[in-house]
């Protein structure tokens, strides 16, 4: 079974500052995607970016990057130019590409970073 | 992604009562699948279901959890007799289809608190 730690329960950050929010996975399939969601106190789940593993390429959304190490299993997500619209609960997620399987809307979530943003 | 309409928003329950949560995917979309979020915690799948049917229901606690997606209507998920430790919100997501490139749309959600 798959698995997704989020080693920062609470992460803080000036506005117009960077900030890295880290995520380690476990996982034996070689095939899978990584996905950064955002969920602010509303609760909607709002999807930050979205990364294949079978692309060497880091994703970018904008502000968004990620630095995804496939052979360290570690997926960052990293806030460029942060703004108070920022501050959320931050969850990264794993989902398995098997063609065919069930496993596509299964996503297994890691426990959450809480990102406050100061003005 | 506001196309998923959860509702209640907000459902409070005394215990050994049922709880109903219904979930609206969005519009044309046929795959519905329901996570729980304890207090603290991440998102955790519970089912999968398309129309009629339950696909994957790996997720879902043995007993008084049930989970339906009638060919008219909107997904419900049915919590019998609910005690304390079912308080979490519970949110509905809903994809059109089943591909790896496919986005999922989730719900906001509907927090369940059991007195």
């Known amino acids: 079974a798959q698995t997704v730690t989020q080693s920062q329960p609470e992460m803080s950050v000036q506005e117009a500052e960077t900030v890295t929010l880290s995520c380690t996975y476990d996982t034996s399939e070689s095939d899978y995607y990584l996905f950064w969601y955002k969920q602010p106190p509303s609760r909607q789940m709002i999807l930050v970016i979205r990364q294949e593993a079978y692309k060497q390429q880091n994703a970018t959304e904008n502000r968004f990057s990620v630095n995804f190490q496939k052979a360290a299993k570690s997926f960052s997500l990293k806030i460029s130019d942060s703004q108070l619209g920022d501050a959320a609960m931050y969850f990264c997620a794993y989902r398995s590409a098997l063609a065919g399987g069930t496993s596509y809307g299964k996503l297994t979530f890691g426990q959450g970073t809480i990102l406050t943003v100061h003005p | 992604n506001a196309g998923v309409m959860q509702n209640p928003r907000h459902l409070v329950r005394r215990r050994g009562q049922e709880a109903r949560l219904r979930c609206s995917p969005v519009k044309g979309h046929s795959h519905v699948y329901w996570y729980r979020q304890l207090p603290e915690e991440g998102l955790k799948f519970m089912v999968y279901l398309q129309k009629e049917n339950i696909i994957d229901e790996s997720g879902m606690p043995k007993e008084r959890f049930s989970a339906e997606f009638p060919k008219e209507g909107p997904s419900i998920l049915r919590i019998q007799q609910v005690v304390r430790g079912d308080s979490a919100a519970y949110f509905c997501?809903?994809?059109?289809?089943?591909?790896?490139?496919?986005?999922?749309?989730f719900g906001s959600g509907t927090q369940l608190s059991v007195l």
């Open positions: 997501a809903s994809s059109p289809r089943i591909t790896g490139e496919e986005k999922l749309f």
